[in-house]
């Protein structure tokens, strides 16, 4: 069975910068139909797409983001990482990690981890 | 980018009514349409994908329909574990995007 969690600080400044690792277990980075994809959820809306990996390091970001995001994927370890920069409050929020599985061409995220809280505030 | 508009963005129903909720697209799709759930303080779980194909485990009870810009979650015989926000996303184009989100509440 295939399940991910993410880990990284709850609470941060302004200006800082974001670190989140997502760890897989139960299945490889290494292709196998599958990327691997970033959701986050600001308090009481709804959900927003931050960015997607795959296991070669090709990357997409939401194109709000794409100043101050960047995505990284270590197969050894089994784990996949987001860094946000220079966050603000409106970077507050739940974080998701993502298995993205394609079937006959239509991409969908089929297993999510539990989410971690961000706070940004000074 | 594609925009994604859910309605009704909440209601209110009954055990055992027949629920209908729908998303319109800002371009065709061509049925790259998903739709997830989310409970209060949960993670989404995926229920439909590729706009009529039910993911596995997920009751028969939940079904998609549509294409083009036009497509449909129906719920048929609501329960009280369905009670939740359902979000569709499209997987057509770069940036993937949600709808805002349809809340179901007990009536």
């Known amino acids: 069975q295939v399940h991910l969690q993410e880990s990284g600080p709850g609470l941060l400044r302004p200006s800082q910068t974001l670190s989140l690792t997502c760890t897989v277990s139960g299945a490889s980075l290494n292709g196998g139909g599958a990327y691997w994809t970033w959701v986050r959820q600001p308090p009481g809306m709804g959900l927003e797409w931050v960015g997607l990996?795959?296991?070669?390091?090709?990357?997409f970001y939401n194109p709000s983001l794409l100043s101050r995001i960047s995505l990284s994927v270590d197969a050894s370890k089994s784990q996949f990482s987001l860094t946000l920069s220079d966050v603000t409050a409106a970077d507050t929020g739940i974080y998701y990690c993502?298995?993205?599985?394609?079937?006959?061409?239509?991409?969908?995220?089929?297993?999510w981890g539990q989410g971690t809280t961000v706070a940004i505030s000074s | 980018d594609i925009q994604m508009i859910q309605s009704p963005s909440s209601l209110s129903a009954s055990i055992g009514d027949r629920v209908t909720i729908s998303c319109r697209t800002s371009l065709n799709i061509h049925s790259y349409l998903n739709w997830y759930q989310q409970k209060l303080g949960k993670a989404p779980k995926l229920l439909i994908h590729a706009a009529s194909s039910l993911q596995n485990g997920v009751p028969s009870r939940f079904s998609g329909s549509g294409s083009g810009t036009d497509y449909s979650l129906t719920i048929s015989g609501l329960q009280p574990e369905d009670y939740a926000t359902y979000y569709c996303?499209?997987?057509?184009?770069?940036?993937?995007?949600f709808g805002g989100g349809t809340k179901v509440e007990i009536k």
């Open positions: 993502a298995r993205v599985f394609r079937q006959r061409g239509n991409d969908a995220m089929d297993v």
């Open positions: 990996i795959y296991h070669t390091g090709t990357t």
């Open positions: 996303q499209q997987s057509y184009s770069n940036p993937p995007s």
